[in-house]
C-alpha cells in the first residue's frame, strides 16, 4: 500500500508539472509597435462614408428585385470621390454591376495580392424602420457615429480600401507586387454573379494570389469571456452552407378521419430526429483559437485551455452551452421554414420543410446529406437540396505560419493603440472568399470592425453604425497593410 500511494503521489507530481510547464509555455510573439502616419483628412473620410451609406445597394434573393440604378450611381459617387483611384487603375465590370480593379505592380513575376469589399446591403427588415435612432439610409454623423446600413457590413470596407489606395497614390507610392481589388455587388446573395464570375476569370487567366483578404473578422471587444483585452479574429477558413429540402406525401381527406401518421407529423418527426441527433463536435479548429488567447486568460482558464489533451470534454461540453460556441465545433440544424395544409379541418397531402446547415471543415454536401438520411431514417420523408447554386463545401484552411498571415497580423497591431491578442478562428457565416480558394492558398479574412457584445446584432440588424474612430483605423489598417504586403 506505502508503495502504490509513492506511485501515486509520484503520478501526481508529474502531471501538475506537465499542466504547468504547458500553462506557461504558450506566448504570442510581441510586434513592433509603429506609428501609421497617412496623409488623410479623416474628417472628409466619415463624410465620404455616410454619403455612400446613402445609396440603398440592397440586395434581395431575386436578383430582378436589385435596383441597378441605385449601384449605378454609388459607383458614379466613387469615381468621383476617388478619381486617382479610376484614373490610374484598370477598370473591368463582370455581371454588370461587379467591379475589378488592377494597380500594376513593378514586379511581375511576383503572385498579386487581392482585397475584396462588396457594395451591396441587406434591406431593413420591414416595420423595424421605427425602431432604428437614426434613419437606417441617412448616413448621418451624430456624437461620434456614422450611422445606417452598410456602415460595418461592409461599405466601410469598401470605402476605406479606396481612401488608402487614393492616398497611397497621392504620395506616389508604386506598388511592387500587383493589387487587385474586386467589389462584388451580390454577396449578400450569394455572390453568383459577381465575386464568382470574377474569380472564374481571373482563374481562366492562371492568376494565383500571394493572398486573399475579404470581410469575415473582426476585433472582439469584451466577446470572448474572460479575456480582457480586444481580439482581433482573423478568419482562416469558413464554413460551407446547405438548405436541404424534405417532403412529405400522404393522403389526404378530412381532419376528422386520419390515419395514424400525417404528412405534417412525419415531417415534424424527422426535424426532430435531427435536432436531437446533431452532428458530432469538432474540436480541431477551436483549439488553434484558444492557444492564442490562453495566455491572457486567468490562471484556471488558461491552466484549462492548455491542457485540452485533459479538460477537451469539459471545455466542449461549455462550448455547446452558447449558441455561438456550439457553432464553433460542429455542422449546425436549423430547421428555418415549414409548411402544409390549406385548411385546419383537411388534411394536407404534402408537407415540406427546409432545414439549413452550416458545413463545419471536415464534412462536405454529400456527407451532410447521407448524415440527414440516415438520420431520419424513414422512406416516407424525401430530402433533396434546396438551391444548389447556393449551396457550398466549407473552405480550405489558411495556414496562421505563413508570412500572408503574419504581415496581416502586423498590420492589425501596428494601427491598433490599445494591445491587442490576435487569434485564428472559423468563421461561421459566408463571404465571397469563398469563390477565391481555388486561387489563393493564403484566403483569409477580416475587417477592422470594433464590436462589443451589443454590436453583433446590429450587423444585418437594426441600428447599425460605426464610429468615427472605428473608421479611421479602418482606413489606416488597408494602408499599412498595402505598404507592409510589398515586402513579403
Known amino acids: 500500500m506505502k508503495r502504490f500511494l509513492i506511485g501515486v503521489g509520484f503520478a501526481v507530481v508529474i502531471l501538475i508539472s506537465v499542466l504547468c510547464i504547458r500553462t506557461f509555455s504558450s506566448f504570442e510573439a510581441p510586434t513592433e509597435v509603429t506609428s501609421v502616419s497617412i496623409n488623410a483628412d479623416f474628417t472628409q473620410c466619415a463624410q465620404h462614408l455616410s454619403q455612400a451609406v446613402q445609396y440603398q445597394t440592397v440586395t434581395f434573393q431575386d436578383p430582378g428585385r436589385i435596383d441597378r440604378d441605385e449601384f449605378i450611381s454609388l459607383q458614379a459617387y466613387l469615381e468621383t470621390t476617388f478619381p486617382t483611384v479610376f484614373a490610374t487603375l484598370r477598370k473591368e465590370v463582370f455581371g454588370e454591376l461587379s467591379l475589378l480593379l488592377t494597380w500594376q505592380g513593378r514586379d511581375s513575376t511576383l503572385n498579386p495580392i487581392l482585397l475584396l469589399a462588396h457594395q451591396d446591403v441587406v434591406p431593413v427588415s420591414p416595420g423595424t424602420e421605427e425602431n432604428w435612432i437614426q434613419p437606417p439610409f441617412s448616413g448621418i454623423i451624430i456624437d461620434g457615429y456614422i450611422w445606417g446600413r452598410g456602415t460595418l457590413d461592409m461599405k466601410s470596407g469598401l470605402l476605406g480600401i479606396l481612401e488608402a489606395v487614393e492616398a497611397l497614390l497621392k504620395e506616389g507610392f508604386q506598388p511592387k507586387r500587383t493589387i487587385m481589388l474586386v467589389f462584388g455587388h451580390d454577396e449578400e446573395s450569394g455572390g453568383i454573379y459577381g465575386a464568382k464570375e470574377i474569380a472564374e476569370y481571373l482563374h481562366s487567366r492562371n492568376i494565383h494570389f500571394e493572398y486573399v483578404l475579404d470581410e469575415g473578422g473582426l476585433i472582439s471587444e469584451g466577446i470572448i469571456t474572460d479575456v480582457a483585452d480586444p481580439v482581433a479574429l482573423i478568419g482562416i477558413a469558413e464554413k460551407g452552407i446547405v438548405s436541404l429540402k424534405l417532403s412529405v406525401e400522404a393522403e389526404g381527406g378530412h381532419s376528422s378521419m386520419p390515419g395514424k401518421n400525417t404528412a405534417v407529423g412525419i415531417l415534424c418527426k424527422a426535424i426532430t430526429r435531427l435536432e436531437d441527433n446533431l452532428f458530432p463536435a469538432n474540436m480541431e479548429y477551436a483549439e488553434q483559437l484558444f492557444a492564442a488567447i490562453a495566455p491572457e486568460m486567468p490562471f484556471f482558464n488558461r491552466m484549462i485551455l492548455s491542457n485540452l489533451w485533459l479538460f477537451r470534454p469539459l471545455v466542449q461540453s461549455q462550448l455547446e452551452e452558447s449558441r455561438s460556441g456550439n457553432a464553433s465545433i460542429r455542422t449546425t440544424t436549423a430547421a428555418t421554414m415549414i409548411s402544409g395544409g390549406e385548411k385546419e379541418n383537411v388534411l394536407p397531402v404534402k408537407a415540406t420543410a427546409v432545414v439549413n446547415f452550416r458545413i463545419m471543415p471536415g464534412e462536405t454536401i454529400p456527407s ?95 441600428n447599425e453604425r460605426i464610429s468615427v474612430k472605428n473608421y479611421e483605423q479602418t482606413v489606416k489598417f488597408y494602408y499599412q497593410l498595402l505598404r507592409n504586403s510589398q515586402h513579403l
Open 368 to 462: 451532410v446529406l447521407k448524415y440527414v438520411e440516415e438520420t431520419i431514417s424513414d422512406s416516407q420523408v424525401e430530402v433533396e437540396v434546396l438551391n444548389p447554386l447556393m449551396s457550398t463545401d466549407p473552405s480550405p484552411m489558411a495556414s496562421t505560419s505563413s508570412k500572408s498571415y503574419d504581415v496581416i497580423r502586423k498590420s492589425i497591431l501596428q494601427v491598433s493603440d490599445e494591445k491587442l491578442l490576435v487569434a485564428p478562428y472559423v468563421l461561421v457565416g459566408a463571404t465571397d472568399s469563398r469563390h477565391f480558394t481555388g486561387i489563393s492558398d493564403n484566403v483569409y479574412r477580416f475587417l477592422f470592425n470594433r464590436l462589443k457584445p451589443d454590436d453583433l446584432k446590429r450587423i444585418h440588424g437594426t
